[in-house]
């Protein structure tokens, strides 16, 4: 497969970097919630990490900036999982239109609408949405063009830094700014 190095630090650094701060984190707190047999925190950990998992995919689609409040929630329950576009262009950010950059029908949309509410969760239920959201993350993780390593481990976050030295000469080297680490934040 041949990439554009200028689409690879465009978009996919800050996807990737997009991925490892929000996606992981919050997929983290789904183990440690099935650990704890806390149901209803499992799934909201389930809900927090398909939100992510959504804005990392409209960082990958090219969206640049924070969300406006409350304008990926109205994204994703628009989201019909058809392929399409979501959200009707909604505007914020530097990068254009939210909903517009969320195309391919992600199954975020889907998969939130399909968790039970939290007060409700029992084992079952919660490791149902568990693997479901589990699953997603993996899709998203193949459709990045760069694959991080976990970034918090017990023996540190050096591997990523190291990675991330790489993608900013990279990026200097086509003419892009320095990654704004508070830009693609949810």
């Known amino acids: 497969m041949t990439m554009d190095a200028l689409l690879v630090a465009a978009r996919g650094a800050p ?3 997009v991925f490892v701060n929000e996606v992981q984190s919050a997929a983290g707190d789904i ?3 099935l650990s704890d047999e806390d149901w209803a925190t499992c799934v909201e950990a389930c809900r ?3 939100r992510a998992a959504a804005y990392c995919r409209l960082v990958l689609a090219g969206y640049r900036g924070r969300c406006p409040e409350g304008a990926l929630d109205l994204c994703l ?3 019909d999982g058809s392929g399409g576009a979501i959200g009707g262009g909604l505007t914020g950010g530097s990068g ?3 909903g517009g950059g969320l ?3 992600g199954p975020e949309g889907r998969l939130l609408r399909e968790l039970p509410p939290s007060w409700q969760a029992d084992r079952a239920g919660a490791e149902a949405a568990a693997a ?4 997603a993350v993996a899709d998203l993780e193949r459709e990045l063009p760069i694959k991080m390593p976990v970034i918090r481990t017990a023996e540190g976050f050096f591997p990523s830094v190291r990675i991330g030295a790489d993608l900013e000469r990279l990026r200097a080297q086509l003419g892009l700014p320095p990654i704004d680490w508070m830009t693609w934040v949810l």
């Open 15 to 17: 996807a990737s970097w």
């Open 31 to 33: 183990d440690a919630a």
């Open 48 to 50: 927090s990490t398909l």
């Open 77 to 79: 329950a628009l989201a």
């Open 96 to 98: 254009g239109a939210i």
């Open 103 to 105: 195309t391919g029908g």
């Open 132 to 135: 479901r959201v589990r699953a």
